[in-house]
Structures are given as structure tokens and as C-alpha cells.
């Protein structure tokens, strides 16, 4: 009789260890064991998934790697937009799982699999984030999550693997994190505490620049195309670029605090530097080049596209109409931005832009009006304050 085919989605952690030896051994599929890369794994990382998934008793294993895609349909929109959740995290690993999902999906479609299997937990994100996409992506493969389902501890799990001859280091850290090209999120210790924030050593990347220095960071129609003057073709290199340089002054670490999907409230720590440095200078470029209303706009529909982005709803058909807008938003963004780091700071020092628009030849603010007279002014204000002066004129007991 024909084995069921299974893809596990397999990040090496001890959860998709487990789920692949467990469908192997006890359940008798036949597992595909996949990794689907958003720039967070290292290739001796992928080597060691690789060589652990068939010891697990995998029949294949695949490297999906979709950075690159990762980028073109969402981080790119999340610069245009300046999205931070709660105007603090840049929705860094939390994005990639959507990704990933995808390329599960697609996989799983490929190869005819009869289920798909992930390791998330009933008390987090990411199991709507999975389960949701393969609901879309992938109708009628069977959805397995032996962690969520089984409620496994970790004491099961790696017993469970011991005994049947998997020894790894699985040992409980105090931390755990999940690292990708837009951030590391850390989870665990003092942020159990809400009182606590993290101590220096729970950061995967320490402070070791003192002093400070210029960063110039250009945009080409709100796409970061150089650093510090070098063009740079590939932006997944341009955003690690920025990484390298300022991740060693501790530059976007944060704490957030935000409501979960499913109605609980939830605490991570996070360190992202290059997100965060771009972001800034993104959004400062577009104060000097976007008009009144195409900033307040943007900044309406970018908080949504960050919402619905965190909260699963990436394939929800508004979120194109959104893209498209974001997009839309940048033909005018060009131009470089000059910021000044120093350690746990940046600060944004100035523009150079063609597109401008504090240079006025109407008037420069605080100084002298060129395009209108003195006249103009007093006649502008008087009518601008008429629904005022109405109102008050009738509710005149009102007045402060």
C-alpha cells in the first residue's frame, strides 16, 4: 500500500525534529521535510537541516529559498509604508512566516502531498499564519500539528528522540529567538516580567562601536538603491549592508507590546537595526517630497497594510489595492538621507533631493513670503477662522 506523502515544514528546531520523526516512525508517512528560507538561515545552518532531516527519518529534503520574493511582495511595501505595529516593531519575523508558508504550500501542490505538517503551538501567531495559508493555497490536504494537537512538552519531545536515536543539543535556553533579514525577535526571561526589560546580554549582537558616524542611505522612487554613496543592485544585500554597520552601535532594539490574533496580549523583545535605520530615513525623505495629503493618506492605509499583514490576512484581496497605492506614493522619493549614529541612537541630520519641496520659491518658513503679500495673509486667516468666529458669535457662553 502507497505511503501518504507528508511536507513537514522544518526549521531544525526541536517541535518540526520531532513532527518528522514521529510521522516517519509512528505514523508511517512518507516525509518531505522542508525549509523554507526568508534570508534568516545561514548555509551551515541549511547544511546541518539537511543532514539532521534525513537522520530523522525524512525521505527528502528541500531548501526553499524565497528571499527574494520575501522582498519584491512585502518588504518593499513595508518601507514605502514606514509600517511599525503600534509604531514600534517593524514586523519582522512575524512577515516571513507568511512566506514561508507560501512556499510550503506551493511545495506541497508540487508533489501531490496528501498533508502538510508544522510545529507551531495552540497559543501562538503562527499556527493561524500556517494553517490559513494551506486553508487558501492548499484545499484538502490534511493540516498535522503534533505540537498544538498533542500538547507536547519539551521534556516529551526530546526524550522521545533520544530513545529512538536523535541525540541533539536541545537543551532549554533561557531565550529563544527567531532571526530573519528584517529582525530578530527574542522571546523568554525577563520578558515574562512586565516589569523587567532585557539585560545586554540576552542581544544576539552586542555594542562594540563607540563614538559616531555618517550613514547616507539613497532612495530611488522610495527603493534603497546605494549606502554611503556604493550602489547597490541586489536590496536584500543593500538591507544587509545597513545591518552590518549599524547593528554593532545596538541600534534598533526595542520592546513590543501588541494583541495577538487570537485576543491575548503578547511581549517580545526584538533587535533590528537595518529595519529600523531604513524605516527612519525613509520616512524623513518623504516629509521633504511627499505632499500633505499623500503623507497622511499613506500613513492611514500603511497602519492597515501592517495590520492585516501581522494578523494573517496577506491574501486578502484589498491588500494589492493597498500595494498598489504604497506604490504609487513613491514615484517622487528620491534622493539621500543623512543620518548620524552613535551607540542605542540615531538621529536623521538632513536631505539631498531634486524633488525637494522645502525649497519654495514661494517662501521659506519663518522668513519672508514671496508668494503672496501681507494682505494676502491677513485675508487668508480671517477667512480660514470664519466657522470659528460663527460658532462662537452663536455660543458665545462657550468661550474659553
Known amino acids: 500500500m502507497e505511503k501518504k506523502k507528508v511536507v513537514v515544514a522544518f526549521s531544525g528546531g526541536l517541535d518540526t525534529s520531532f513532527t518528522v520523526m514521529y510521522l516517519a516512525k509512528e505514523k508511517g508517512y512518507e516525509v518531505y521535510a522542508a525549509c523554507a528560507n526568508t534570508g534568516g538561515f545561514s548555509a551551515e545552518q541549511l547544511k546541518q537541516n539537511e543532514e539532521n532531516a534525513y537522520k530523522l527519518g525524512a525521505k527528502e529534503y528541500v ?21 511599525l505595529r503600534n509604531g514600534t516593531y517593524p514586523i519582522s519575523v512575524s512577515s516571513e512566516r507568511i512566506f514561508q508558508a507560501l512556499a510550503i504550500a506551493r511545495y506541497a501542490n508540487e508533489i501531490g502531498a496528501d498533508a502538510i505538517a508544522h510545529g507551531s503551538t495552540g497559543a501562538g501567531n503562527d499556527q493561524i499564519r500556517f494553517d490559513m495559508t494551506f486553508l487558501v493555497l492548499a484545499p484538502g490536504v490534511e493540516i498535522i500539528t503534533l505540537t498544538r494537537d498533542m500538547v507536547l512538552t519539551r521534556e516529551y519531545e526530546i526524550n522521545y528522540l533520544n530513545e529512538h536515536g536523535f541525540a541533539a543539543d536541545f537543551e532549554k535556553l ?31 549582537k ?17 527603493e534603497l538603491k546605494a549606502v554611503n554613496g556604493e ?16 547593528a554593532p552601535y545596538g541600534i534598533g532594539r526595542d520592546m513590543h507590546v501588541g494583541d495577538t490574533i487570537i485576543g491575548i496580549k503578547g511581549r517580545v523583545g526584538f533587535e533590528a537595526a537595518a529595519p529600523m535605520l531604513i524605516i527612519g530615513a525613509h520616512r524623513f525623505l518623504e516629509k521633504y517630497t511627499l505632499s500633505k495629503w499623500q503623507q497622511y493618506w499613506k500613513d492611514q492605509v500603511a497602519n ?12 486578502e484581496p484589498v491588500m494589492r489595492d493597498i500595494e498598489a497605492m504604497l506604490e504609487s506614493s513613491q514615484r517622487n522619493v528620491s534622493g539621500t538621507v543623512i543620518l548620524k549614529l552613535s551607540p542605542k541612537h540615531f538621529e536623521t541630520v538632513g536631505v539631498e533631493s531634486p524633488n525637494d519641496l522645502v525649497k519654495s520659491k514661494f ?21 480660514t477662522s470664519t466657522p470659528l468666529r460663527v460658532y462662537y458669535t452663536n455660543h458665545p457662553e462657550e468661550k474659553i
Open 63 to 83: 531548501t526553499l529559498d524565497v528571499t527574494q520574493e520575501y522582498y519584491d511582495k512585502s518588504l518593499r511595501y513595508m518601507i514605502y509604508g514606514n509600517v
Open 174 to 204: 533561557k531565550y529563544s529567538y527567531n532571526v530573519g533579514i528584517w529582525g530578530t525577535s527574542i522571546c523568554g526571561g525577563e520578558i515574562l516580567d512586565s516589569a523587567q526589560g532585557l539585560p545586554e546580554s540576552a542581544y544576539l
Open 206 to 222: 552586542q555594542v562594540t562601536k563607540e563614538g559616531s558616524e555618517e550613514l547616507r542611505l539613497t532612495f530611488k522612487d522610495g
Open 231 to 246: 550602489e547597490i543592485a541586489d536590496p536584500i544585500k543593500a538591507i544587509q549592508k545597513v545591518e552590518e554597520i549599524g
Open 304 to 315: 492597515w497594510y501592517g495590520m492585516f499583514l501581522h494578523e494573517s490576512q496577506y491574501l
Open 363 to 383: 517662501g521659506e518658513y519663518g522668513e519672508i513670503q514671496k508668494g503672496w503679500t501681507a494682505e494676502d495673509a491677513k485675508g487668508f486667516i480671517k477667512v
